[in-house]
């Protein structure tokens, strides 16, 4: 059962998003209302640190378990995917502020209505893939 | 031991997320959650209806059990880790939430109007929950990923993607919550 380690790993991250309140709707709103630094000090600080952490990996300073240098995979090009895709990424954000990764962790604190919301995540793949060929990326 | 109970303030939060990262990279993976909602179309079968998933979803299935993960952790935190609920909201974000019919918001971790049995048994509340789901689902695969992969790991590597997919997220969450969210409560 190799897949185990990424079991535990899931598990800290949902502990660590649970305990600093980042699946908090409320807090999502309060982040676009530029009410409170605590979402930016999160996103801000994991950037941070994770700007030095790839330099680290480019140098290859820090290598995989296997001893191999560490390849981060660069994101698909395209302005209007990037600028479109991301706009109604944010209005769902914005609307139930829960990003996916959240969205499975409020699934564990037994939060019913997160199912309905992941099956619109579903629908909403799906529908992507339907009709990506119609739309600019 | 207050410390495990009481909420972590952001810069606990921020640098252990960039540590789940770090490990993920080291066990040779990448930090990206939304491409299991691919995979789990995948698994359930939607191969037949797209070729798109049609791909071995089995080879991600270490990023399934990385969310069955989150899944555990979110149940540990909330069942053991967090005897207080409440969420400490600027005053200002309550008053305003009050504003467009949000009561007591903080009180608890999730509002009740959104959230609560009530909304999701109401045709309104069914279709917010539908709506968002199919926007960030969509939306995510669109700019090719979200949170985790745009703005925590693109980010971090200096992608020119990910900060215009960032701009976009914040587009989209400030007309949601200024201009949007008002007329919907």
């Not at chain 2, 640098?15 to 491409?35: D, E, H, R």
């Not at chain 2, 969450?173 to 201009?179: D, E, P, R, Y």
Request: hydrophobic share 50%; proline share 4%; glycine share 14%.
């Amino acid at each position: 059962m190799k897949n185990i380690r990424f079991i535990i790993l899931g598990i800290l991250f949902g502990i660590i998003l649970s305990k600093a309140e980042v699946i908090s709707w409320y807090r999502i709103y309060e982040m676009f209302k530029f009410q409170s630094f605590h979402m930016y000090g999160i996103i801000g600080s994991a950037v941070i640190l994770g700007v030095i952490l790839f330099s680290f990996f480019k140098k290859g300073v820090i290598k995989n378990y296997l001893g191999e240098k560490i390849i981060i995979e660069p994101k698909k090009k395209g302005f209007y995917r990037a600028i479109i895709g991301g706009t109604i990424f944010g209005l769902g954000w914005g609307l139930i502020g829960a990003c996916p990764g959240p969205m499975f962790i409020l699934l564990g604190r037994g939060v019913l209505s997160i199912s309905i919301v992941i099956f619109g995540g579903l629908l909403g793949v799906l529908f992507y893939h339907a009709i990506k060929h119609k739309l600019p990326h | 031991m207050d410390f495990i109970l009481e909420p972590w303030p952001w810069y606990v939060g921020g640098p252990l997320i960039t540590l789940i990262m770090f490990f993920l990279y080291y066990f040779g993976k990448k930090f990206g959650i939304s491409s299991n909602l691919e995979s789990i179309c995948a698994m359930g079968g939607a191969g037949k209806l797209h070729e798109f998933f049609a791909f071995d979803w089995k080879k991600n299935s270490w990023n399934l059990m990385f969310i069955v993960g989150t899944v555990i952790g979110g149940f540990i935190a909330f069942k053991f880790m967090t005897p207080d609920q409440a969420i400490a909201l600027n005053p200002q974000t309550v008053s305003d939430l009050a504003d467009i019919g949000f009561q007591n918001a903080g009180a608890q971790y999730l509002p009740e109007e959104l959230f609560g049995l009530e909304a999701l048994l109401s045709i309104k509340g069914g279709v917010i929950l539908v709506i968002a789901g199919i926007l960030v689902g969509f939306g995510a695969r669109y700019a090719g990923g979200c949170t985790s992969g745009h703005a925590i790991t693109g980010l971090s590597n200096l992608e020119l993607p990910s900060l215009i997919a960032v701009i976009g997220f914040f587009i989209g969450g400030l007309i949601m919550t200024w201009l949007i969210l008002p007329l919907l409560f």
